[in-house]
């Protein structure tokens, strides 16, 4: 059986408490998408993102082949995710759909401050995850982050910054735990399946290590739990976007190591 409740439930009887972990779920698949069409249709969005990147950069290249590396990466990322954004937003709209309603664009069922503590469980994850990580493989993780140092530490920063502090957690969870996690909720995966397996897409699509891409995974299971509790994608769109702009941050600033 799903763990979702009706539209009208949630509307009628609110999670008295802010605590995300504790009440009913307050997340509704509303999508006309079946779990083949929207893992199908999810595939294509990525893939046109990412010919479209392809096509940017054979030009790029093409007219002005002094360009340097690091700005044809972020001119070429900011591209796929616009493209990705843009064709999310039009599959959601697709037989008869909602975008608001299939993304979860609703406000988050437990209120405002939902924000804060889902927030607040995102650092508290990963520092015992990068603590774990350190005592495992200390070098796997400055690895991982050292083509973002790059982009964080060239003229083109501020750029870098828009990529990765909005551009990243619009595309990405507009994409995962939006499109194709609303589609998988309605099948016999229900929505923790769906969180699984929506996690798993976002974890192998970053080029990380081993066990960066394992960190990847459990962020994704915390952000589907935040999506299921609080009915809405605002607030994981919102913790992703200020993790990923603080470390951008740390970066800029050569605070880490």
């Not at 796997?140 to 828009?162: C, G, H, T």
Request: one cysteine or more.
């Amino acid at each position: 059986m799903q763990d979702t409740v009706d539209a009208a439930e949630v509307v009628a009887s609110p999670p008295r408490r802010f605590w995300i972990l504790r009440g009913p779920a307050a997340y509704f698949p509303e999508t006309p998408w079946g779990a083949w069409g929207g893992s199908w249709a999810s595939l294509g969005i990525f893939l046109g993102a990412v010919l479209s990147v392809a096509f940017v950069v054979l030009i790029a290249f093409g007219l002005h082949k002094s360009l340097e590396d690091v700005l044809v990466n972020i001119v070429g990322t900011l591209i796929q995710q616009v493209t990705m954004i843009a064709l999310t937003l039009y599959a959601a709209t697709r037989f008869g759909g909602s975008a608001s309603a299939v993304l979860a664009l609703r406000s988050p069922a437990q209120g405002l401050k939902s924000y804060p503590v889902a927030f607040g469980m995102l650092i508290i994850l990963t520092l015992f995850m990068n603590a774990v990580v350190h005592q495992l493989d200390p070098n796997s993780f400055n690895a991982d982050v050292q083509v973002y140092k790059e982009m964080m530490r060239s003229p083109w920063w501020w750029l870098a910054l828009i990529v990765v502090g909005i551009g990243a957690p619009l595309s990405e969870e507009l994409l995962c735990r939006g499109f194709l996690f609303s589609a998988l909720a309605r099948s016999r995966l229900g929505t923790w399946g769906a969180a699984a397996v929506t996690s798993l897409a976002f974890a192998v699509v970053h080029p990380y290590s081993l066990t960066g891409v394992i960190q990847v995974f459990m962020i994704g299971m915390l952000f589907a739990v935040v999506l299921i509790r609080t009915g809405s994608l605002r607030v994981t769109m919102v913790c992703h976007a200020l993790y990923n702009t603080l470390m951008a941050s740390l970066m800029i600033a050569d605070l880490m190591p």
